[in-house]
Each structure stands twice: as structure tokens, then as C-alpha cells.
């Protein structure tokens, strides 16, 4: 599909790792588990970042705040494999090498295999124990074979990134764990999982495999949409407490390729529904532009942005699922519903009596770009989903930005937060709202 890159890669990565080498002396070699403070970015900006591109062209098909400083999280490894995918095609390492496991290595914060010191794996393990496990002892132990040190592997990440125009990015570690002075942007994580399956289409399987065999075990990854969408082949998922959700993701239909970035999701369900709408929207965008229909992606997507904290239950650090993740709102008490419509057929019926809420809460099931796109999509979801919003009342709210919300009002707590368990099941979008 792509043209391969042709440059002089063996001189590059000399000249890369001399100047890393520089570099890296001025870069602390404190552990990337330390409690560094994070950076603080605009505390009024929510953390949801994402773009869309035609792997092909590279053609940007769609983007949100794609410029904004964000948290890479374990999308970081698909540089860390990026580099060694280049040392294994220019033949400065082969797949049966073995990656010792050093004292600093075995320390690193979860996840991670949990090899203790002195322990050994080949490069072929490693890279699937880092794309599958996102294994964070792993990286560090590969950084550390390839470069010496995990900060001079650092530097050449970064070199590396402005080679291929990711111009926001800066690394100080390989693996992607806490550190405020590693940032980067959806659009540079779009250039690097573009470049990582055009430059190296020989290892780009990696990113698809969903287990792998290890020491007689069998280790699963935490990229579910490799199970549930079809033609979705990777690549890599990320999670700390300031980062969010995050994952670069990449899907073919019909012979054509699209790449998306989602940064900053509430959970995991929610960043896995966001991928998959943005990539289905854009297939169907290609398609219709094929028939010369002349749309966009955000002309025919409804953004339901995450804007509340998260509450999980516990603080390590890594690509770890977590269940029962709860969204909790804290913006504004919601506004007074611009038209509250139970049903259609109940709006139609007049003289249907409307059965009085018996709660505060409420659940959220979408927002829209037009009140009847949200009055759609409440008549929809009432229709799936009778037994849960059966006592509520279906309202849609303007909200500033020109977004209609369409909520489900008049819950108990313990209904909203039932209801809103059934609809993301379904993988229908839902956020339960607190009285406010």
C-alpha cells in the first residue's frame, strides 16, 4: 500500500545515537517511576485529543484539539518498536538475540512481565511481550540493549520523531510511565503509527495479536477492538491517572486504510466506541466521496465528549483494564432542556399521560449536531432499551458549541446507573449524570 522509505537509515542511526549519547548525558536517568509532578496543561481544556487519516495519502479526514499537548502513555512504545523494527531490518539484531533484563529494568512500575534481573528473552518475545503486554520492564530492557541507556535511547526516540515530522514530541523514556516532560499530540502519534506500518510492513502483524505464548503461559493483551471490529488490526493502547484512555488505533475496509488517534478517553469502553465511530464515519466519508458526495467526518459524527474525572479503584500505573470505571460530571448543573420528547409516538399522542420522574439522576446517550439527530437517537435507545428508561423522561439540551444533548431525566441513581450499564453493553454511548 505504501511506498517504502527509502533513506539512508544505518548512517542516520549513527549519527543518531552520537547525538543521543550528547543528549542523554543532560537527561536525569532517575527512574521513569518516580513521582515526578506532571506538567500542567490548561486545566479549562479537556483531555480528549483526536485525529483521522487516510494511511494512504495521509490525508487528514479529521481532528480535534490534534495539536494539543497530551500524554502518550504506552502509545510510546510504537516508537519503542519502531526503533527496533529498524535495528532488525538493517541487521544490527536478529529476533533470536536475547534482551537481558537489568536491575533497572526489573523495577519498573506495572505492567510488565515481572522477570526478576539477570533474566533473559529474545527480541521476538520482547517485541510481542511490548505490544501485546505493554510490558514496562520490557521496553527499558530493550531501550538499554539498543542504546546503552534509557536516556540516550530517549534522545534518539525524539531524534527520531522530528525525522518524521512528529514536531510536538519530546521522549524521556520507552515505555510510556509517568513523566511530565513526555508529551506529545494526536497528529505526531498519527505520523508515527503511519510511519511504523509504511516503513516496517514486515513486523506490522505484531500489532495485531491478541495473545501470545509465554514460558507455558498464555498472556493477553487490552486492544479489545481486535476481537469486536472487523478489519481492525492494532496498534497500541495507553493508560496512566493524567493521560487518560488513549489509543492509536488503524482498521482497512474495501481495500483502503485509516489511522485514529483517540487521547484523553474516560474509560475504556468509551475510547474503544470513539475509535470505532470515528473509523466507521470515515469509511463511510471515503465512500460517499467516492460516489462525489463532498462530506467530512465531523459533518456526520455526533461528539460525545468525556468531560468529568475518572474513578477507578486503584492507581497503578500502566495499560491495566480496569471494570466499573464511573464517570462523574463536574460541570455546570445541566440548563433547561430545550424540548422534552418521551417518545415519538408518545409526542404524537397527546393525550398519553407521561409518567412522572421518580429521581434526580439521569443518564446521557449522545450529543448531536441538530435536535432532531438527538430526538433520534432518544427514541432509539427508548426503543432498545424500554425496560431501563421506561420512568424517564427524554429530553435534549442545547448546549453552547451548537450540540444538542439527549439525556434520559427523572432516574434514581440506582436506575441511571443500571440503564447506563445495559446501553454500553451495546456499545451504545452513555454517561450517567449526578444531580447537579
Not at 12 to 34: F, N, R
Not at 155 to 178: C, I
Not at 244 to 270: K, P, Q
Not at 305 to 332: A, C, F, H, W, Y
Request: glycine letters at 8%; one cysteine or more; proline letters at 5%.
Amino acid at each position: 500500500m505504501f511506498a517504502k522509505l527509502r533513506s539512508v537509515r544505518t548512517l542516520l542511526a549513527t549519527i543518531g545515537l552520537v547525538l543521543s549519547c550528547v543528549i542523554g548525558a543532560l537527561v536525569p536517568t532517575t527512574s521513569a517511576s518516580a513521582q515526578v509532578p506532571y506538567l500542567q496543561l490548561n486545566a479549562t481544556e479537556p483531555k480528549y485529543a483526536a485525529i483521522v487519516i487516510d494511511a494512504n495519502s495521509g490525508e487528514v479526514l479529521y481532528d480535534r484539539r490534534a495539536d494539543s499537548p497530551r500524554y502518550p502513555a504506552s502509545v510510546t512504545k510504537v516508537m519503542t518498536l519502531y526503533l527496533t523494527f529498524e535495528a532488525l531490518s538493517e541487521g544490527r539484531m536478529k529476533a533470536t538475540d536475547r534482551v537481558v533484563i537489568t536491575p533497572r529494568a526489573a523495577a519498573q512500575a506495572p505492567t510488565k512481565l515481572g522477570l526478576p534481573a539477570g533474566d533473559s528473552i529474545s527480541v521476538d518475545e520482547a517485541i510481542r511481550a511490548m505490544a501485546v503486554k505493554s510490558a514496562n520492564d520490557v521496553a527499558v530492557a530493550m531501550a538499554e540493549k539498543l542504546a546503552g541507556s534509557e536516556a540516550r535511547f530517549a534522545a534518539l526516540m525524539t531524534l527520531r520523531g522530528q525525522e518524521l515530522g512528529m514536531r510536538n514530541t519530546r521522549f524521556v523514556n520507552a515505555s510510556g510511565l509517568p513523566d511530565s516532560r513526555q508529551i506529545s499530540t494526536a497528529r505526531d502519534l498519527a505520523i508515527l503509527s503511519r510511519a511504523t506500518m509504511r516503513d516496517f510492513p514486515q513486523y506490522y502483524s505484531y500489532f495485531a495479536m491478541k495473545s501470545f505464548s509465554f514460558r507455558g503461559n498464555t498472556i493477553r493483551g487490552h486492544n479489545r477492538l481486535l476481537d469486536s471490529m472487523n478489519g481492525f488490526d492494532g496498534l497500541k493502547t495507553g493508560y496512566t491517572n493524567a493521560s487518560g484512555y488513549n489509543l492509536a488505533g488503524s482498521a482497512v475496509r474495501d481495500g483502503r486504510r485509516l489511522i485514529a488517534v483517540v487521547l484523553g478517553g474516560s474509560s475504556t469502553a468509551w475510547r474503544d466506541n470513539n475509535m470505532e465511530d470515528l473509523l466507521l464515519t470515515g469509511f463511510e466519508v471515503l465512500k460517499r466521496r467516492a460516489h462525489g458526495d463532498r462530506t467530512t467526518i465531523a459533518a456526520n459524527l455526533y461528539e460525545n465528549e468525556p468531560n468529568g474525572p475518572i474513578m477507578r479503584p486503584s492507581t497503578e500505573q500502566g495499560d491495566g483494564e480496569q471494570s466499573g470505571l464511573k464517570i462523574v460530571l463536574t460541570d455546570s448543573p445541566r440548563a433547561k432542556p430545550v424540548k422534552v420528547s418521551p417518545t415519538l409516538k408518545a409526542a404524537k399522542t397527546a393525550t398519553k399521560p407521561v409518567k412522572k420522574p421518580k429521581g434526580e439522576w439521569a443518564v446521557q446517550v449522545g450529543a448531536f449536531k441538530s435536535k432532531g439527530l438527538a430526538n433520534k437517537q432518544l427514541t432509539l435507545v427508548r426503543g432498545r432499551y424500554a425496560k431501563f428508561v421506561a420512568d424517564a423522561e427524554g429530553a435534549v439540551e442545547g448546549v453552547s458549541g451548537g450540540a444538542f444533548r439527549a439525556q434520559f431525566q427523572g432516574l434514581t441513581a440506582e436506575a441511571a446507573r443500571s440503564a447506563c450499564k445495559a446501553i454500553t453493553a451495546k456499545r451504545q454511548p452513555c454517561m450517567v449524570l449526578s444531580p447537579g
